[in-house]
């Protein structure tokens, strides 16, 4: 079986490695394998298999990741094509629109 895709570059997660302790707890919660750490520190690996459904930055102790779960442009296209309506991810209001 293929791993899961969504749709390239549009996820919201980041990681500041700068901020991140090397506990590994984003890499234990994340169910699609999307972090490893290395040196010490986490890293994105696969960042457009990212689901956005918020299981690290709600672990992490240090704030070092950030996510808008659930309001992505993956999860807004997806309720787009569920409802049969334009994509709801709000791209404009961060000055682009991956979605159309």
Do not use: W
């Not at 506990?23 to 994105?44: T, Y």
């Not at 709801?88 to 961060?94: G, K, N």
């Amino acid at each position: 079986m293929s791993k899961l895709k969504y749709l390239p570059n549009v996820v919201t997660l980041k990681l500041d490695r700068a901020k991140c302790n090397g506990c590994g707890m984003c890499q234990i919660v994340c169910p699609h394998a999307v972090f490893k750490l290395e040196g010490r520190k986490a890293q994105i690996v696969d960042r457009d298999a990212c689901m956005e459904c918020g299981a690290c930055a709600l672990n992490c102790p240090e704030g070092a990741i950030t996510v808008k779960a659930g309001v992505g442009c993956a999860s807004g296209i997806i309720s787009g094509m569920i409802r049969g309506t334009e994509p709801t991810c709000d791209c404009h209001a961060e000055g682009g629109n991956c979605c159309g």
